[in-house]
């Protein structure tokens, strides 16, 4: 196993793919290696008929995400090198594949979700977190600019809410998370892994071209006038397919559907 390999672990199990950051001693910061390597993942995920659902995640229960690799940083300024822009140049933000990924996905946060580390959970659609953890955009601290979280956070709670979050740069706690909705549940440390089990369990129980569709839809659809969004037909149709016929025929039979995704 190569060093970038150890540093994102990479498993499916039974339909479901396990994303694990595991940079414990650098508080699972993101370098670029780890960004390169997520874009890579999440683009295989996406590409595999075989995978359903993902759950990214990181080691240990300091950190999900601290965010970038600040002394990777720091060495390239001092080498006289600029630092990557979001949305420019040869490689792809790591945090728009994610959301961008046409499969439910689930951020299960074993510890505090900081700065890029918390936009990487907000471009999931689902964010589980054991209750010791923070959240929060330190960006205006470090002179960054938090390109991605001031598109997406007034999407995901009230404005006002997100301007707090973006102009001060205090973290809040995973119960404040789960009251203005940037959180779906919150349990204990160590009931966080069966949890999330159970949820995505939950998950892929369902037809997954049913699934794909509501991912394609929300996504896409975002933004549009309810009408246009409703004229939408983005992702794979279910109402054609065999997996239609076989969840009405299982229901009619009393019996658990077999999915075939087609």
């Not at 792809?92 to 499969?103: D, I, M, S, Y």
């Not at 964010?127 to 960054?144: F, S």
């Not at 004229?231 to 397919?241: E, F, H, I, M």
Request: some cysteine.
């Amino acid at each position: 196993m190569s060093s970038i390999e150890e540093e994102v672990r990479f498993e499916v199990r039974d339909r479901v793919a396990h994303i694990t950051i595991n940079r414990p001693e650098r508080r699972n910061a993101l370098s670029y290696p780890v960004q390169d390597r997520l874009v890579e993942l999440f683009g295989r995920c996406d590409a595999d008929p075989g995978v359903w659902a993902v759950v990214i995640t990181g080691t240990g229960d300091r950190a999900f995400s601290a965010g970038a690799d600040l002394k990777e940083l720091d060495e390239v300024a001092r080498r006289g090198e600029q630092i990557r822009v979001p949305m420019t140049g040869p490689t792809r933000n790591f945090h728009e594949a994610l959301l961008e990924l046409g499969k439910p996905t689930i951020a299960a946060l074993n510890g505090h979700a900081l700065a890029g580390g918390f936009e990487l959970a907000m471009a999931a659609d689902l964010r589980i977190a054991a209750d010791h953890i923070q959240l929060g955009m330190p960006e205006a601290k470090r002179g960054m600019g938090a390109n991605f979280a001031t598109v997406l956070l007034p999407r995901l709670v009230p404005r006002a809410i997100a301007l707090e979050l973006l102009y001060t740069g205090e973290p809040i706690s995973a119960q404040r998370g789960l009251e203005i909705g940037l959180l779906n549940r919150v349990v204990h440390f160590d009931d966080l892994e069966a949890e999330t089990e159970k949820l995505v369990r939950s998950i892929v129980a369902n037809a997954p071209l049913s699934l794909r569709r509501y991912k394609e839809m929300a996504t896409k659809g975002w933004e549009l006038s309810v009408h246009a969004a409703l004229r939408l037909n983005a992702g794979p149709n279910p109402y054609t397919s065999e997996d239609r016929e076989e969840g009405v025929r299982a229901f009619v039979e009393k019996r658990a559907p077999r999915w075939q995704g087609r």
